[in-house]
């Protein structure tokens, strides 16, 4: 008779290495996987030494408690060209923010405190590795599907006239903020990003400045601040989208400019070059983007990327727009767009610019 614990055992198609002790039984026992177990750092540094591209581990278990040497081990990690393709996940027993701000520094793919739910574990771990054999191929990718998706005549000839009409009659007022951007604080006019937008095809993304210069490199100590980060019930559990109440990094001129979404406004340009659409799902960053690719989420992608959408005429800036609402909104959009849904959106869309909330 088949033993029922090994049946309802979450299954990891990868080769696990794990470095370590206070966990060391917890891996043993719970996984059903191909897991390689050490606890001394000169084994694990020889073993890492000898690998070669036919041996190599998929991921890679390091615990951060009575390990002194954790972070030094991920920098020699990363600094061999042979191994800097591996999947690099710390596992804690103690809540450390200190450790967690070193982790982001040197961009682990995850970081757990023990105890944590075991199958959400293991399904991030499976996504990870399938998300490293596609990453390669994201470009390929986004010209398969961009195949599939056409924008309309109609909508495409409306996004060129309105859009170039908006530049012309709004040009005074770009030159007046770039000038008080410029003013307020060091750094460039216009903040480009790299977003995903329809098909999953990647294009550079025009905003007005409203954070400080340093603003990216600050992402690590405001995490807890992260709207998304709490909503699901699982612990460690990771939030797909990410929005800050309160953002420090926002400037006082900034604030303004998102209360009033001038800050949008350089959008404009997007969609009148084709990027985007005046009415559409949010394009969205990478780090984004990169977790909404199972079925369930990616029909947000098979729309066009917009300027506005369901999303800021229905609840933007408040408290209660769950993630899980916010991609239902957007894979209903991409289901149903026409031009009577476009007209709809963008006649709601200049009550819902002034946000009652800083977010």
């Not at 961009?107 to 199958?119: G, Q």
């Not at 994201?138 to 924008?151: D, I, K, R, S």
């Amino acid at each position: 008779m088949m033993n029922t614990s090994t049946i309802n055992r979450p299954q990891i198609n990868a080769k696990i290495v794990h470095f370590g002790k206070l966990l060391k039984s917890v891996i043993s026992e719970e996984f059903d996987a191909n897991v390689e177990q050490m606890d001394d750092p000169e084994d694990f540094k020889r073993y890492l030494d000898q690998q070669s591209l036919l041996t190599l581990p998929d991921i890679i278990l390091i615990e951060v408690d009575d390990n002194k040497n954790c972070f030094d081990q991920i920098r020699e990690i990363k600094k061999n060209p042979l191994l800097q393709g591996l999947i690099i996940v710390l596992l804690g027993i103690k809540e450390d923010k200190n450790w967690r701000r070193q982790a982001l520094d040197l961009k682990v793919n995850d970081y757990y405190t023990y105890p944590f739910p075991l199958e959400d574990f293991c399904e991030r771990l499976n996504f990870l590795v399938k998300f490293k054999l596609i990453k390669p191929k994201l470009m390929e990718l986004a010209q398969q599907v961009e195949v599939e998706y056409q924008t309309p005549f109609a909508k495409r000839a409306f996004d060129v006239v309105a859009s170039g009409i908006a530049l012309l009659l709004l040009f005074p007022l770009f030159i007046v903020v770039a000038i008080l951007v410029r003013l307020e604080s060091k750094g460039p006019v216009i903040y480009k990003s790299k977003r995903v937008g329809a098909g999953y095809r990647i294009f550079d993304f025009y905003k007005f400045r409203s954070m400080r210069s340093d603003a990216d490199k600050m992402l690590d100590s405001i995490a807890d601040l992260n709207q998304y980060a709490n909503e699901s019930d699982k612990k460690n559990s990771k939030a797909a989208f990410v929005k800050f109440k309160d953002d420090p990094r926002i400037t006082k001129l900034g604030a303004f400019l998102r209360k009033t979404s001038i800050d949008e406004l350089p959008q404009l340009i997007n969609v009148f070059i084709g990027d985007m659409s005046l009415v559409g799902n949010r394009p969205l960053p990478l780090y984004e983007a990169e977790q909404l690719t199972t079925n369930e989420w990616s029909t947000r992608f098979l729309g066009p990327a917009g300027l506005t959408g369901l999303w800021q005429i229905s609840k933007r800036g408040k408290k209660d727009m769950s993630e899980t609402e916010r991609k239902e909104l957007d894979n209903y959009y991409a289901d149903n767009y026409s031009i009577l849904l476009d007209l709809k959106i963008i006649l709601k869309t200049i009550p819902a610019l002034i946000q009652k909330e800083e977010v």
